[in-house]
């Protein structure tokens, strides 16, 4: 079964623009992982945040949790055609360690 | 250091064959991951390790699909009498402990004629 689902699917933006893309997921988690993935072939891992906490950053990148809405979101700034990816969330349910990912956003960046 | 693993990147096999497919993780992780990814999807979990037991393989589609850890290190994931819905790429992941950042190895493209 799906448990975390990505908004939008698709995202096209210019270059310098930000980029946000949403993930909801269906019960009490560990952690939320996002990764990107080039080429639909190996996954790059890119935030970790657990589910006490609130926000993260990692460069360009900002990751928040809202628990009691059950959701996350991924910002990326200033953007640049090398961000050009599949995004994916992945969620662990509370008492469980295996990890469901979503369906993902296809980020285009357009120079 | 050395990343994850997998071998073959390729695979082509005809309907009805035997298939393993290997996975070196990081060394010292003691967690290893099994997922299944096809076009245009979001990689599905098959089965995880915690050291050389299989501490969850609810994603295993049914008993066609059968994995290994015996020394908790090297995985194998073996499919037995291939069908062609099991084209996909598979996807292993390696993690220093249950809960923590996984990390992918390039994965394994399967082609079941």
């Known amino acids: 079964s799906q448990q975390g689902e990505e908004d939008p699917q698709a995202l096209s933006i210019q270059e310098g623009e930000n980029a946000t893309m949403n993930c909801s997921y269906k019960?009490?988690?560990?952690?939320l992982q996002w990764y990107r993935q080039n080429s639909g072939r190996g996954l790059v891992h890119l935030i970790l945040?657990?589910?006490?906490?609130r926000e993260k950053h990692s460069g360009r990148l900002r990751v928040t949790l809202d628990t009691s809405k059950k959701s996350s979101s991924l910002l990326i700034t200033a953007s640049r055609a090398a961000d050009t990816a599949s995004y994916f969330c992945?969620?662990?349910?509370?008492?469980?360690?295996?990890?469901?990912f979503g369906t993902g956003t296809r980020l285009k960046v357009l120079a | 250091g050395a990343g994850v693993s997998q071998t073959p990147s390729n695979k082509v096999t005809e309907k009805g064959k035997y298939v393993e497919l290997r996975c070196d993780p990081i060394?010292?992780?003691?967690?290893l991951y099994w997922y299944r990814q096809s076009l245009g999807q979001g990689p599905e979990f098959l089965i995880y390790?915690?050291?050389?037991?299989?501490?969850?393989d609810s994603g295993l589609p049914n008993d066609r699909f059968f994995a290994v850890r015996p020394e908790g290190s090297v995985s194998t994931l073996k499919i037995q009498r291939t069908e062609r819905g099991d084209s996909a790429v598979y996807l292993c992941?390696?993690?220093?402990?249950?809960?923590?950042?996984?990390?992918f190895g390039p994965g394994t493209r399967l082609l079941v004629l």
């Open positions: 992945a969620t662990s349910t509370s008492g469980t360690y295996k990890y469901i």
């Open positions: 019960t009490s988690i560990n952690n």
């Open positions: 945040i657990r589910s006490n906490e």
């Open positions: 060394s010292g992780h003691t967690a």
């Open positions: 390790f915690q050291g050389t037991g299989a501490a969850d």
């Open positions: 992941a390696s993690s220093p402990a249950k809960g923590e950042t996984q990390y």
